[in-house]
């Protein structure tokens, strides 16, 4: 039987689609976001065009439907191939809020043991153990705990009021347990947060070097933490070509064992051996004449 136009449609649209089921938790923790329907309950579920960041696409979803400013935290596949449904696990910046008809907040141990069921179930309980995982030491997926973006805030704060600037707003544009890249918003000029972690660990001291060598090219670094179990991180004033220094100011960090971050000078012996060459020939001397040689 020869599908209507309508239909073809729709299936065409549906194939650049993905579907993600996802799993809010409030900050504490201490409650899941579920949807009520005639059998029970079930994970709200979005679909995103395919190919697209799902940090971006997902947490704009809940701003923008559901008022609910969120963060992801990770993201993994819950139905296999062809048909493919993955899950999303994200932090909700609220306590609790105002949601729709047929979306509540459930305790999470309540919606873990009664709720849902088969797969569901799994991934909800596998989620929330691994969001609420306190590591004692060093940490591989610093940025799939809940509490991290709010010590990240913290820092910032700590770091941008000195220059008179406040913050304000923040949108998370791509991320995973691993990395991060978010835009905030502050009463001037916004800044960006960006972690990376394995395998693109290269792309700090890349960019210190980078900035000690060609600073009229780049923003300027204010302050640093280098590498702290596997996740570095930089934060950065919008970057306009030309600009003063001041409006191309940059700040590098990285959270530690606790989730929190705090800055901290680069001392020049961190670098990679390559930067040392890299700044004699900047500098327009040879190794032996390098007052730098105890890098």
Known sequence: MQLSTGAQTQSAEAAQKDAYRLIVFNQPGTAVLLKTRALGYELPL?????????????????????????????????????????????????????????????????????????KT???????????????????????????????????????????????????????????????????????????????????FPITVALAELFPEYVPSLLATQPVCHGADSLLARTFRPGGSIKERSVLLGVLGDSGHAGPQRFQSRQYPPWFRALRLHRLGRSPCQSPFLDF
């Open 121 to 203: 179930h799994a991934i909800l309980e596998s989620s929330y153990l691994r969001t609420t995982n306190r590591m004692a030491g060093d940490d591989p997926e610093p940025f799939s705990r809940l509490g991290w973006l709010s010590n990240l805030q913290g820092w910032v704060r700590t770091v941008i009021r000195p220059l008179g600037m406040e913050l304000k707003d923040f949108q998370q544009l791509n991320g995973c347990e691993t990395f991060s890249l978010i835009r905030f918003d502050t009463t001037k000029r916004p800044v960006w947060f960006k972690a990376v972690g394995k395998p693109s660990l290269h792309e």
């Open 46 to 118: 979005v679909n995103i065009p395919k190919f697209t960041r799902p940090a971006q696409e997902i947490t704009a979803a809940l701003r923008d439907r559901w008022h609910i400013t969120s963060v992801l935290l990770f993201s993994g596949a819950m139905e296999p191939a062809p048909d493919t449904v993955y899950y999303a696990a994200l932090e909700a910046q609220v306590r609790t809020c105002g949601l729709p008809e047929g979306m509540d907040w459930f305790p999470a141990h309540h919606a873990i043991s009664h709720l849902l069921k088969d």
